[in-house]
């Protein structure tokens, strides 16, 4: 990273992160980055994003930085498909931590965090395959949908 007395953008892999002036003390290398899951996703859900480490892992930041990550599947609260952020602290943790207050726009989260980690979205499995798979275009996934004559 550069100099802490100027605001940063870092990007990696189509995510983004800003960091304002005095958010972090002295020079640190930030890194963006997809990578395989630590951790399965969390209970009858499954990954609508790619999962991204934003190292290194545990970095505090004095106020917060905002994250903007792209995400594989939008969603539609007519079609009952909602959208939850998830931070994992450690690749050892069990469980994925929700993360509050994210802001979900199209194929995109944006949210807000005082620390670096693993961040991963997710849909209930049940909603995903109701209404075609995440990342998938509307090419598939239509078999049994509406329009049976059974």
Known sequence: MGCPDHPEIIEGDGATVSIPIGALQGKVDIEVEIVDPPQEAPEDEVFVSDVYAFTPHGTQFSEP?????????????DEG??????????EDDAEWIGVPDAQFGERSVVFQTLTFSWYAV????????A????????SAGDDDSAGDDD
């Open 81 to 90: 498909i909602g959208l939850g952020l998830y931070r994992l602290d450690a």
């Open 122 to 129: 997710t849909a209930a499995e049940d909603d995903v395959e």
């Open 65 to 77: 930085v905002t994250v903007t990550m792209p995400v594989n599947l939008e969603p539609d609260l």
């Open 131 to 138: 209404g075609d798979s995440a990342g998938d275009d509307d």
